[in-house]
């Protein structure tokens, strides 16, 4: 780390110097003054992480306006998988911006969704016919594929599974396991939903070696008995759980309900808002265990930070729903298309896939070193560039929220930004840029290391 007079970087972006500086301490004072700002004129429902405002980010860093260089393990939530301000999404949306910046593709299209359309058909799961279409955010691509998946059955029935996270409009916050903060009195909820257990290896009561298949046996046999499976529309879930605490279900689980599904006639739906575009050393997650959903919900990576989501599917499926039945005002702008196909070029010309199983490989080992050394790791877990440690207390399987979010404190006083997850709010979730120097992502584990020594 070098200390210096602050720096004013011009632009953001992988040209902005890829270094850790602290210049104040974390939140410095202008970030302070806008925070009161922010408690003034925003309300508490809108969390805050770190309270440091940034002025430009790039490559592996977070500058703040007091100008200190934060590394990112956080990459705004999953979003910036190519980068901040990555060169090729800056371009183009640049030239887009200036030729026209929106006419709703339900009047008049333009080629640009056409194309992201194509690509999503062409590079999600399954070689089948596939259509695409373009939505704002997450939670309307996965509420848009429930939609879908109810029309083209004829079923009402959904079922969801705990510590699912699948946003926070109507039903997909019903769609959500964990009640504080997302659920916490906004209830009644959305009808016809149903939650199963979740195969999560750590936590499974007989241990993870029986976790896949008496996982799976418990939700087919409930959705069998309680609801009944000819009732069933869709199965929703995501690959790997984001929100829930970076759960990998235990291998077998997915294709196990995969297999259900299909025998059923219910519409598998993968939501990959969080694990999609090269994530997890994947594409898409469901890649690892060979996974072809009839329907794959998309959004967070997909665009470097423009909103845009996507609901692709088979052609079966999406072509049910009547002329004028799906869509809506923003989805699709123009902006963000043209950011989705840069960071398409971007994942495929930097070679991202493989940067992601880098990275994996980089943080996995030096995590379970830690956990030998410190017994409040109580799992070490992830694939890719989708990272998670699970805090507990030594010698238990007590989840630690208390030390989780002391441990995070800390990273973030020394210049880290991690976020935190989990139903029982005791994982430590990384999530770094893919643009990431191989240097800032040992130091960042560095810091990760000293502030779990010191709690
Ligand atoms: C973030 C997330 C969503 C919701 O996405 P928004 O864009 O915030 O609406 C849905 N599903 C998963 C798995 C997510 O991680």
Redesign the pocket.
């Known amino acids: 780390m070098s200390i210096e007079s602050p720096h004013q970087p011009v632009t953001g972006g992988p040209s902005l110097p890829q270094e850790r500086r602290l210049v104040t301490e974390i939140p410095g004072p202008r970030s302070r003054e806008m925070f009161a700002r922010k408690q003034a004129a925003v309300p508490p429902g809108i969390g805050t992480t770190l309270p440091v405002f940034v002025t430009h980010a790039g490559g592996g860093v977070v500058v703040d306006a007091d100008g200190n260089s934060l590394i990112d393990f956080g990459s705004g939530?999953a979003v910036t998988t190519v980068g901040n301000a990555a060169p090729r999404v800056v371009e183009r949306v640049q030239k887009q911006v200036a030729d026209f910046t929106h006419t709703c593709f339900m009047v008049t299209p333009y080629e640009s969704y056409v194309e992201v359309c194509e690509k999503l058909n062409r590079l999600t799961p399954g070689d089948h016919d596939k259509r695409s279409f373009l939505v704002n955010?997450?939670?309307?691509a996965?509420e848009n594929a429930v939609k879908v998946a109810r029309h083209a059955t004829g079923r009402q029935a959904v079922v969801v599974f705990d510590h699912g996270?699948?946003?926070?409009t109507l039903l997909?916050m019903t769609l959500t396991a964990k009640n504080m903060p997302y659920k916490h009195r906004f209830g009644p909820y959305a009808p016809e939903v149903y939650r199963m257990p979740m195969a999560y290896p750590f936590r499974w009561p007989t241990g993870p070696e029986n976790c896949a298949e008496e996982a799976a046996a418990q939700a087919i046999d409930a959705i069998t008995k309680q609801i009944g499976a000819e009732n069933v529309a869709a199965i929703v879930i995501?690959p790997i759980q984001?929100?829930g605490g970076f759960i990998e279900p235990a291998k077998g689980f997915l294709p196990r309900l995969l297999e259900f599904a299909k025998a059923n006639g219910i519409v598998f739906i993968a939501?990959e808002?969080?694990t999609g575009f090269a994530r997890t050393g994947h594409l898409f997650a469901c890649e690892d265990e060979g996974i072809v959903p009839d329907i794959i919900c998309t959004?967070?990576g997909i665009a470097g930070g423009l909103p845009l989501?996507a609901v692709t599917g088979r052609a079966e499926l999406l072509d049910a729903v009547h002329v004028g039945g799906l869509g809506g005002t923003y989805g699709g702008n123009p902006l963000a298309c043209e950011a989705a196909l840069a960071v398409l070029d971007t994942i495929e010309a930097d070679n991202l896939v493989e940067r992601a199983r880098r990275i994996g490989d980089i943080m996995l080992p030096r995590l379970r070193s830690m956990a030998e050394r410190f017994d409040v790791i109580g799992d070490v877990r992830g694939r890719g560039a989708m990272i998670a440690i699970e805090l507990v207390t030594p010698g238990t399987k007590e989840p630690n929220a208390a030390v989780t979010g002391e441990v995070a404190k800390r990273c973030h006083a020394e210049g880290l930004v991690v976020l935190t997850a989990g139903t029982y709010g005791n994982v430590l979730r990384f999530l770094p840029p893919l643009a990431i120097s191989d240097e800032l992502l040992e130091e960042g584990l560095s810091i990760l290391e000293k502030a779990l020594s010191s709690v």
């Not at 996270?165 to 926070?168: E, K, L, T």
């Open positions: 939530i955010s997450g939670a309307e996965v996270y699948h946003g926070r997909t995501e984001g929100e939501d808002v969080q959004a967070k989501a």
